[in-house]
Structure formats: structure tokens, C-alpha cells
């Protein structure tokens, strides 16, 4: 079993800056392929960005690509999502998640999953 606790949420003005956090328990975290994705409401959740587990390969949302950034920490096991030029439709709640297969943007692909953590980005 993996736990995910995600922190670094907040409100921010348009064009602000957020690094979230995804705190992992687990030895068998450096195994896993990580992922950010986020539901604003009354959408269903959407991939943001994902890292493999060995960091080497990322993908992102094209809506994300070039203002955010996901990285991880194997050793105090930690995921990062630095978000920078934030705009208004940015608003969400955030959540980490991870899986010991290679589930790319697949939402349906992660067995573990944060509780979420809300952001909101006024204009």
C-alpha cells in the first residue's frame, strides 16, 4: 500500500506561481511512475503531468506545457508540480497519484491516489 499526501495549495492572482507537494509513504515508491492531475468543478478529473520512475520521462497537458513542471525526490520521496503563469482556468483541486505500471495520462491507470488539494488562481 502506497499513502500520497498532497500539500502547497492556496489562492494565488493571475500570473502567480504555486509548487505543490505529493508526500509519498513506501519503500516501493522509487518503482513507481507518478502523476498530477486536477478536477475543477463539475468536470471530471484531467491529467496534468506525469514523470516515470526513474525521472527520466515526462509528458504534460498541452493546456500546461511550458508553465508547469513535475519532478520527484526518490530518495525523501516526494513528487513537486512547480506552476508558474498561473491563470484562472488553473482553478482545481489538485491530486497525486501513482501506479507501478507505466499509466501515462490514463486517469483510470493509478491505483494510488492523494485526497487533493485545492487551488484557486483569481483574475
Known amino acids: 500500500q502506497v499513502w500520497l499526501v498532497e500539500s502547497g495549495g492556496g489562492l494565488v492572482q493571475a500570473g502567480g506561481s504555486l509548487r505543490l507537494s505529493c508526500a509519498a509513504s513506501?519503500?516501493?515508491?522509487?518503482?513507481?511512475?507518478v502523476g498530477w492531475f486536477r478536477q475543477a468543478p463539475g468536470k471530471e478529473r484531467e491529467f496534468v503531468a506525469t514523470?516515470?520512475?526513474?525521472?527520466?520521462?515526462?509528458d504534460y497537458a498541452d493546456s500546461v506545457k511550458g508553465r508547469f513542471s513535475i519532478s520527484r525526490d526518490n530518495v525523501k520521496r516526494l513528487v513537486y508540480l512547480q506552476m508558474n503563469s498561473l491563470k484562472s482556468e488553473d482553478t482545481a483541486v489538485y491530486y497525486c497519484?501513482?501506479?507501478?505500471?507505466?499509466?501515462?495520462?490514463?486517469?483510470?491507470?493509478?491505483?494510488?491516489w492523494g485526497q487533493g488539494t485545492q487551488v484557486t488562481v483569481s483574475s
Open positions: 497519484a501513482a501506479d507501478s505500471g507505466r499509466p501515462g495520462a490514463d486517469v483510470k491507470g493509478y491505483d494510488y
Open positions: 513506501g519503500t516501493i515508491f522509487r518503482f513507481l511512475d
Open positions: 514523470l516515470s520512475r526513474d525521472g527520466a520521462s515526462t
